[in-house]
């Protein structure tokens, strides 16, 4: 067990189906088992899970968001607190992303230059100041095991010209993060960002050039903002072959149960999505056959539990009737169970995965995955 | 064990101590140790707080309200999935208030007379009547173990006619739920209900006009409802010695610590209030050393548990930082962590009541507890 506090981080993969890829990357507080998926514990919590469920549900390293935790407690308290893993009772793997995305997507009056980002908290109005180094500096702060780069993230779409400025901005600022995290905590890596949008030409040059200044692991950004499946899918299978076979692939923000199956598919690594718990806050759960909307009231009456073969016991425990109840009712005990419900769902996927490429059955689980999820849920119940 | 499902309900005083006493109630569903505090489980779930939390703090019984089962989402339909006990996946003993309080508290139009409640819903303005055969129907259709009467419940102060109107009513009522509650299943009991506002006199003729009817077991209502704690604590110490030693008295609705450490003191057995799950939803924790508000800022950089020698993991395994955090940041994780801290703290301070009047050293226990409240929680902490 030591070698968890002092081996230097590494990813080794185990097994490859195709293109999809089983491993392991061992950092400085445990193992993550890939392909991972990552849930989401925005300002130090995951939504509605408390951190020894999101354990149970199978996860083996979870994201916290730096542009919350920057504004709310503040990085400086959390590292006085002792680091982040302490101040939210998870010892377990935690990546934090740069905050730039955020900056983008709930900050208001941001300007960017080649400097970084000035915005306003979302919060309180204050104006923050958010660069690659201070963006390397909070993640070290909060103690992180994997490190995001700063990037300039685009909804698409986007003109090109524009696509093309963000992505050798977000280039400069990699060079700059990796000299900033010089001399980081041991085992803690830092992940390159390829940018690019959907112009594949970009994308190249974008992941060539990271590759060339050199991480031990590289991110897929700007996807899931706006473009369809098929130009994600694709933006994939055109950018993971110019990346290292020796060094993890995350695809950031991504996404539905599909999602992730046709991109691990095509070769990514980890994943990160706050649709688990989001959607269990409004009352959908995930299920082997697809999504079951508990709102609806044909739930009404239903004794029966939302999956008997759940690894999660909520999902075995509990009528969807019941479940359906404390939906209609507005109990933050949907919430709850759904979240957690939805967090094994995902990891059960994950882990289905990891089994089927190590046993190279991988486009056998695909087909069957996807022709259970085809079959629905409803047609069990008359 | 077959005895849970065989016995008739009973209660047992296996120790007093002065007025105060600890025994046992035996239920179709289990044991009730005395003095007891019931949750709050309204609509079928304790707010925030999973079934499995709320007996690992120590709870044997929980209050479900009839007023919210009534409207959503029906007793006939809890009726056919089983009943409450497997609806909300809480196996044992469960108590239903009649209804009769939230309909005066939370309803439109209700308008009251010999035969009943007419009102309309808070939820869709819906007209509803609640009569006394009905609210015993609802309650055996949920198949609570502790069933109570009809009752019609009074805001303090009012003028002395109106309370007595209400009590002679109320009366009334309870004879008709006896001879509603004929045939109820085995095991279950169905308990009076002392009314009588403020007035010894009164409350009196109500304590004993319900003995001579004859119950299983007696509460005293209408209290906590606006009058001082003196005067509550006042009208226990006239209506308990009118009632029988060997029936368990339940105080509704009540209260604080101190209201319970102090009704115990006066001869109650059992308890019900929301203060514990809806103060924890608003940042307020329970201690040992009194209220804690989460929300205040001097919590920001304490890495203090909130208290290390508490029964809750939460209340040991987070500091009082990361909780204001969780307050701070609205995080549902807050009012889980809190609900579940604080149904620890009560259920620690009634098995703390339990062992004091078992061992007869009741007065110590009250004076030392009553202590630690005065001495605060903010000492500690430079």
Partial sequence: MTRWMSDPFSFQVLATDGCARAGEITTAHGLVRTPAFMPIGTAAAVKAVEAADVRASGADI??????HLMLRPGPERIAALGGLHRFMNWPLPILTDSGGFQVMSLSALRKIDERG???????????????????IEIQNLLDADIVMQLDECLRLPAPRAEIER????????????????????????????????????LRLVSARALVDIGFPGYAIGGLAVGEPQEVMLKTIEETAPALPLDRPRYLMGVGTPEDLLEAVA???????????TRNG?????????????????????????????????AARDYSRAYLHHLVRSGEILGP????RINLHYYQELMSGMRAAIAEK???????????AWSRGDIAEWA
């Avoid at 979870?62 to 542009?67: E, K």
């Avoid at 709850?336 to 979240?339: E, I, K, V």
């Fill in 281 to 313: 806050r409004h009352g959908l759960a995930f299920t082997r056959f697809g999504p079951v909307n508990l709102k609806n009231a044909r739930h009404a009456d239903d004794p029966r539990p939302l999956d008997e073969a759940s690894t999660c016991a």
């Fill in 361 to 371: 059955r991988f486009a056998d689980f695909r087909a069957a995955t996807r022709a």
């Fill in 117 to 135: 980002v000035t915005f306003r908290s979302h919060l309180d109005g204050a104006t923050y100041e958010l660069s690659p180094e201070r963006a």
């Fill in 266 to 276: 095509r070769g990514v690594d980890m994943f990160d999505c706050v649709l688990p």
């Fill in 336 to 339: 709850m169970l759904l979240s």
């Fill in 62 to 67: 979870l994201l916290a968001n730096t542009y």
């Fill in 166 to 201: 963000a992505a050798l901005l977000s280039l400069r600022w990699a060079e700059r993060c990796k000299r900033a995290f010089e001399g980081a905590k041991p085992g803690r890596a830092l992940f390159g960002i390829v940018q690019g949008g959907d112009d594949p030409g």
